[in-house]
């Protein structure tokens, strides 16, 4: 009953922060200047029409009513329809999300292909060379903006060498080739800005776990090097590297704005830019729900893997 428990309290919890991350969007989008209808009408403006399309939006009535029933109709999926084309929210989110978690599922997998040994190396060889060149190697991924980076590579791999395309996006199941071209250099951005941002992290959290007094103990029984570092080391390391590499995952899936709109990628992030600027509110709103969603559900299972990856914690 432990994990029914945990699951309960935490489901109760996701409920509660869920709500009050709606509450903080509503009245914030509502502060914004700009009418949205008049923003979403354009060169059809018109008196009878500007009154219709508020009406049928709810803004005419009071805030508090707007928001329950925003809040009644989110809980059975019906986040509204868009200012600016008429089309429900929910099928906007459903067909931006698949571009966004392409780029989570290339960018993550490969900042773990990098940090993970690096921050490792770094940490087992303190005060060497090697670990001179991965700190300030990875001090300036964590400075570089990642929005020349993007630049930088398109005009390495597309404009002088034409390799790659600069933008756009392939669905995957639909063409897998081009998925794969189009998606190397927005994956690539995002995947060595989380990188290096993951090798702190890892190469602090091995090196607190290399001082402790049970790694020692290993080493001094003659335990193989690679046995004492992937064993004992590594592995009682995983619980701050499961908590970066959750945090980078929630990034990524919340949409990064700046990436996606270098490379014209359609994802939630791009979808946000867009919405924000044209005042969509229920796009906006709908958009910062899935993402808040999102964030709970990573945390989530990174508590769960805690549990597994480290038999001293328990759910309780």
């Known amino acids: 009953m432990t994990i029914v428990r945990f699951l309960a309290r935490r489901l109760a919890y996701s409920a509660a922060v869920l709500v009050g991350v709606l509450i903080v969007v509503f009245a914030l989008v509502h502060l914004v200047p700009g009418d949205p209808v008049r923003i979403a009408l354009g060169t059809r403006y018109t008196p009878e029409a500007y009154a219709a399309l508020r009406a049928a939006s709810g803004l005419d009535e009071p805030m508090a009513a707007q928001f329950f029933g925003y809040l009644g109709n989110a809980v059975t999926g019906d986040l509204g329809v868009s200012f600016r084309n008429g089309d429900p929210v929910t099928a906007i989110l459903l067909e931006r999300l698949p571009a966004t978690v392409s780029l989570a599922l290339v960018g993550i997998p490969l900042a773990l292909l990098i940090a993970l040994p690096a921050g490792t190396w770094a940490a087992l060889h303190e005060g060497r060379g090697s ?3 991965v700190r300030v190697t990875s001090q300036f991924g964590v400075s570089v903006p990642d929005f020349w980076l993007g630049i930088l590579l398109i005009s390495l791999f597309s404009t002088t060498l034409g390799w790659l ?11 897998p080739g081009g ?7 927005p994956g690539l951005t995002v995947g060595l800005v989380a990188a290096a941002i993951m090798t702190r992290y890892i190469r602090s959290a091995v090196l607190e776990v290399a001082a402790m007094g049970y790694v020692r ?7 193989p090097p690679r046995t004492v570092t992937l064993r004992h080391t590594v592995r009682n390391a995983l619980v701050p590297i499961l908590t970066i590499t959750g945090i980078q995952l929630g990034t990524i899936l919340g949409g990064v704005i700046v990436v996606e709109v270098v490379f014209a990628w359609p994802g939630l992030g791009r979808l946000v830019y867009t919405s924000v600027a044209a005042r969509d509110y229920p796009v906006i709103q709908g958009a910062v729900l899935l993402i ?8 989530l299972l990174v508590d769960l893997l805690y549990a597994i990856v480290d038999p001293r914690i328990r759910l309780s």
């Open 165 to 175: 395309p600069t933008s756009g996006y392939r669905p995957l199941l639909e063409d």
């Open 292 to 299: 808040a969603v999102a964030f709970l559900a990573i945390n």
């Open 179 to 185: 998925w794969v071209r189009h998606i190397i250099l």
């Open 131 to 133: 670990d001179a060149l």
């Open 217 to 223: 103990t290993a080493r001094s029984k003659g335990l």
